[in-house]
């Protein structure tokens, strides 16, 4: 069920396109139900955004599944996005990648047993003058190095 | 010079070709017989263009361009042939051929695959990709189309069918770049009634017949033109087939009918010809009451001499014959003619109507305009009728007008949705009130003209504001139609109901069409198949009895062709008893049902739309003419072949015909001259009781007996949702 709060802040989404084309707002919808659910969507969600939207559920895959920052399984609390494009890899991601791994005891797509972490491969994240690079919720951590992801982990894990 | 200057005049491989400003350059190019490769671009959708295989040399354009998105302009010149063209046609083969599996040998589509096609024109010998291919898991799109998505290029024809034809947008592009996948994302049927078209669109064979599959190989089938035998369209097909059985049923493409399309009945209602109640052997009963095989000859003698005692004893007006409305017009013609050199008028195959008040006024129904004609409407008033459901390529037709703006608005009962945008919709189980109230706003407006009987009715009606936006959408609209459909057809109060449609249209200068029922209804009056009209519209010394008074009355002889009583008849049960009194029942069958084998004293196995010739007049009264594609199955015969040797042996004149086109060419003949008096409506003169018990249409998948036995048919979506809709029925 899409909350009442969810609702709102869709609709103010819907408010901003004509109102015959209201499936406009299927992005900012899809990402306010994602956010409110822990960070991934359920195909049920995706009806029922659908249906709040007036538009074919297929469409609503559709876009749920073409962009990358919509995650059909459940995510640790933090999303840790290390890209693995061609400057960061020139820059050692896979250092990133192979610290993160062992520290956290997952791979790419899975969530730590705590549920804390998950860990995920994306795409360049346009800030390769400071590669390698990693997204974590809506901050970008950068120049990365072994002690910096350490520090980082420690801090998030505080922060919770 | 310039007074057409939408023509333009380009060169194609150095050709001089006239076109119209904005025509794309691939149809130009098929208009003048220029092939162009493609995957992607088809006639009847929207342009997608992203398969690249038209890519074609165009003077001063610095790559090659898209022949499917190119429109074309004065002084354009352009070569699909060029070394720069086929360059790029190769390379786009060879990318195209990547990820697919070229398993050909083991692929239904072998021999009628565009891919396979393209590859020989366009790929090379040898693959220069010795990666690992991406394979896709098959999708379950139900019990009509298989899939082997593994095949599938993207070219996005079937999604595009979805939203465009189908007006139900299921299957899509999900993920992206290699991980883009067709399908539906979660486990779904199809559930369009067109959804069999998609077959048919696939260039490749990603989507394919499952009933069909690995039964045959396209080459070794033998391809016999025929018309589907469900709905008024009358629908094109090719019944093909392989050792004297029928193997897959195909459209036809026919723009005036059903354009390139068939409706899911049309395609897989063939695989009913092989069930195991099909009657091969005739029948007659002995003094124990049991059914015994036994040959032609003594078959027809008992049929023959049986009726014949019951007219000798009782009267030629103690016989009746019904017949299902999709039986052929000659069928139709001989029958009428044994029954009326027999001494009754009684015969009908109207078999889904209750009121037969009006008859009298209702001359010949029919669409009353062409089926193309339908999409250049502006206005369209639907009256009791789940068209969508009923007619599937009509609405087509009216799905398209009103998709260009067309105003179309229904008087309905509740919960019938269709794949088109509706502008206005009164919701009722009454239809008549409904009626006379859009009536009244027409008076009202000052449209009135004579309505005779209906006066009061609509006098007295209560105008809402939704009788009165149907009412000015009719008037407004420079080509309008009001079409009246099964529901409306089926009511108790038929009479009534037809002639305030028929008055709503006259005063609006609409077009008035009546859909019929079955494939053949037009063809039925027309041959004379009525209890109160002869061929040709002529009339009849006497009106026999029509379906409702032959259920209330049980004649004592019955002749029945192609009918299931319980199923086929608005009375169901009460039809079926009807025919348990009757004294002495022939019955022409198809399929063993239990009522005809429980109580007829003659079985004679009749042949199958697919094994016999004739001909249906479909709603717009164009007659369209088949032969049979196979021999009829075990011992069954072309109904028209049984009604000859039967009015032989009935000692009766004019029997004497050597082929079917001998009895067509006399039917014909006979409404040719009557066509100078064309069909009319007239306001009725007297009203009786005007009260309307609406019934809900015939389900999609149970219209008649070929449908009901498609196993595959059954099992869709839609074959449970029509069994929800019904819910209203008495
Ligand atoms: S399944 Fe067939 S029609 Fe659909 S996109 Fe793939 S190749 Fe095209
Ligand atoms: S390649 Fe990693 S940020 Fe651009
Ligand atoms: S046919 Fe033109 S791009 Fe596919």
């Known amino acids: 069920m899409i909350s009442e709060a969810a609702r709102a802040d869709i609709d103010r989404w819907v408010e901003k396109y004509p109102e015959e084309q209201k499936q406009s707002a299927v992005m900012a919808a899809l990402r306010i139900v994602q956010d409110e659910n822990g960070g991934s969507i359920t195909t049920e969600m995706m009806d029922e955004v659908a249906a709040y939207l007036d538009m074919p559920p297929i469409n609503v895959y559709e876009v749920a599944t073409f962009y990358s920052m919509y995650e059909h399984k459940p995510v640790g609390k933090h999303k840790l996005c290390v890209c693995t494009n061609i400057s960061c890899m020139l820059r050692n991601s896979k250092g990133v990648v192979d610290h993160l791994q062992e520290k956290l005891d997952i791979g790419f797509g899975e969530v730590t047993e705590d549920g804390m972490f998950s860990l995920k491969e994306v795409e360049c994240l346009g800030a390769c003058v400071n590669a390698p690079v990693m997204q974590v919720g809506e901050h970008y951590h950068e120049q990365l190095n072994p002690e910096k992801i350490d520090r980082l982990l420690d801090e998030l894990r505080q922060e919770s | 010079m310039d007074t057409q200057k939408d023509q333009v005049t380009i060169e194609l491989n150095d050709t001089r070709l006239e076109a119209r400003q904005g025509q794309m350059l691939i149809e130009v190019a098929d208009a003048n017989g220029v092939s162009i490769p493609r995957f992607c671009y088809h006639k009847k959708l929207s342009v997608s263009a992203n398969c690249r295989m038209c890519l074609v040399e165009v003077e001063n354009a610095p790559k090659m361009l898209p022949a499917c998105a190119t429109p074309v302009t004065d002084g354009m010149k352009a070569w699909t042939k060029s070394p720069k063209a086929i360059a790029a046609q190769k390379s786009v083969m060879e990318f195209l051929l990547i990820n697919h599996p070229l398993d050909c040998p083991v692929c239904d589509q072998g021999g009628e695959c565009d891919l396979q096609e393209m590859a020989l024109g366009y790929g090379g010998d040898t693959s220069r990709y010795t990666e690992g291919k991406r394979i896709i898991k098959e999708k379950d799109y139900g019990s009509l189309v ?24 299921e299957i899509g592009g999900t993920g992206r770049g290699d991980h883009m996948q067709i399908g539906t994302y979660v486990q779904k049927a199809l559930s369009s009634e067109l959804s069999g078209n998609i077959i048919d669109l696939c260039p490749v064979g990603a989507l394919l017949s499952k009933p069909f599959l690995f039964s045959a190989r396209s080459w070794e089938l033998k391809s016999v033109p025929g018309v589907a035998p469900h709905d008024a369209v009358g629908s094109n097909i090719q019944i093909q087939t392989r050792n004297g059985k029928v193997m897959r049923v195909i459209p036809q493409e026919n723009e005036a009918v059903n354009e390139i399309w068939i409706s899911d009945r049309d395609r897989f209602s063939y695989l009913a010809l092989d069930s195991e109640d099909r009657v091969t052997q005739p029948m007659v009963r002995n003094s124990d009451g049991q059914l015994v095989e036994t040959d032609w000859q003594s078959a027809l003698e008992a049929a023959v001499n049986g009726m014949k005692m019951v007219a000798s004893t009782d009267g030629g007006g103690a016989l009746g014959a019904l017949a299902s409305p999709s039986s052929t017009t000659e069928e139709f013609y001989l ?97 008549t009130p409904a009626l006379s109230a ?70 609006s200068g609409a077009t008035f069409s009546v859909l019929t029922e079955g494939a053949n209804a037009l063809g039925g009056l027309l041959a ?203």
């Not at chain 2, 409407?377 to 009923?390: F, K, T």
């Not at chain 2, 105008?463 to 108790?492: F, N, T, W």
Request: glycine fraction near 10%; proline fraction near 4%.
């Open chain 2, 528 to 730: 004379g198949a009525v209890p109160h009209r002869d061929t040709a519209d002529a009339t009849v010394d006497s009106v026999g009895m029509d379906v409702a008074s032959m259920v209330d009355m049980a004649p004592k002889g019955l002749l029945l062709m192609g009918i299931e009583a319980e199923s086929d008849l608005a009375a169901g049960p009460a039809a079926a008893d009807a025919i348990r009194k009757s004294e002495f029942v022939v019955s022409l069958s198809t399929f063993a049902d239990s009522v005809t084998m429980g109580k007829s004293d003659v079985i004679l196995p009749l042949a199958a739309f697919t094994e016999s010739s004739g001909t249906f007049v479909n709603a717009e009264g164009e007659w369209q003419s088949f032969g049979g594609a196979v021999a009829p199955k075990g011992e069954a015969r072309p109904g028209w072949k049984i009604l000859r040797v039967m009015g032989t042996m009935a000692n009766l004149d004019g029997f004497d015909y050597n082929s079917s086109e001998d009895v067509l060419s006399e039917v014909r003949g006979l409404c040719d001259q009557a066509e100078t008096e064309k069909w009319s409506w007239s306001a009725l003169s007297d009203l009786g009781d005007a009260s309307s018990c609406t019934v809900a249409s015939t389900p999609i998948y149970q219209v008649d007996s070929l449908v009901r036995r498609s196993e595959p048919l059954q099992q869709t979506p839609l074959a449970h949702a029509g069994q929800a809709t019904t819910g209203g029925a008495e």
């Open chain 2, 335 to 431: 029958l009428q003619k044994l029954m009326r050199g027999l001494g009754s008028n009684s015969v009908d195959h109207r078999l889904r109507q209750q009121d037969f008040s009006g008859q009298s006024d209702q001359i010949a129904p029919q669409l009353g305009t062409t089926l193309q004609q339908i999409e250049q409407q502006n206005a369209v008033l639907i009256v009791g009728s789940d068209i969508q459901r009923e007619q599937p390529l009509l609405s087509h037709r009216i799905r398209k007008a009103a998709l260009s703006g067309a105003a179309v608005s229904t008087v309905n009962p509740d919960g019938i949705e269709f794949n088109f945008p509706l502008s206005g919709e009164v919701v009722t189980d009454q239809l």
């Open chain 2, 146 to 169: 298989s899939t082997e998505m593994s095949r599938c290029i993207h070219c996005t024809r079937c999604v595009r069918f979805g939203v465009e034809i189908a007006g139900i947008p």
């Open chain 2, 438 to 507: 859009i009536a009244r706003a027409m008076v009202d407006m000052g449209m009135g003209g004579d309505l005779s009987g209906l006066s009061a009715l609509v006098a007295d009606a209560n105008v809402e504001p939704a009788h009165q936006a149907v009412a000015e959408s009719l008037i407004g609209g420079e080509k309008a139609m009001v079409l009246m459909g099964e529901i409306a057809y089926r009511d108790q109060n038929q009479a009534v109901i037809y002639a305030l449609t028929g008055a709503i249209a006259s005063m």
